[in-house]
């Protein structure tokens, strides 16, 4: 047994970055052969549950930056998945939606998805997986507020 190991303090923070590493090595070879990355596919995703979504929305709910997301959506846009529109009623507002090429592949993101939450929770009874959920909501609403408050103290440059 390596006593270094032994003594170092438990880290939430470097496993979720290993879950995250593996995420991303996962998603990158499921969705490899639709043209696309990590990112993309989970934001193709999200417009998949919401087609018509705002631009400034997605960004919202998503917790990305304008830069990042635009980037994204220019791939897609780039691979014929997805087409953005001016709303009708506000030319201000851009809306996201899918193309028919991206509604044939909609069912295979989901897929993705499933198998990475069926892969990660494989020996978890239902109560175990509903206590992780739970934990992992507490996690993201601690690292939101303290987001919160280091935007709140952000100097302009």
């Keep these: 047994m390596d006593l270094k190991k032994e003594h170092i303090p438990a880290s939430a923070g470097r496993q979720i970055a290993r879950l995250s590493r593996a995420a991303q090595v996962y998603f990158q070879h499921r969705f490899g052969p639709l043209g696309i990355g990590p990112a993309q596919g989970i934001t193709l995703h999200y417009i998949s549950m919401h087609n018509g979504i705002d631009q400034t929305e997605l960004c919202r709910r998503m917790s990305l930056d304008k830069s ?3 980037t994204q959506l220019r791939k897609l846009e780039e691979h014929r998945y997805i087409i953005r529109e001016t709303d009708k009623h506000d030319r201000r507002v851009k809306r996201i939606f899918m193309t028919p090429e991206a509604l044939e592949i909609a069912d295979r993101l989901h897929a993705v998805f499933t198998s990475w939450t069926d892969l990660l929770l494989k020996d978890f009874n239902n109560a175990e997986r509903r206590k992780v959920f739970l934990l992992l909501d507490r996690l993201w609403a601690n690292a939101g507020e303290a ?8 100097t302009p440059e």
């Design 68 to 70: 990042s997301l635009a």
């Design 147 to 154: 987001l919160k408050e280091l935007r709140l103290n952000e």
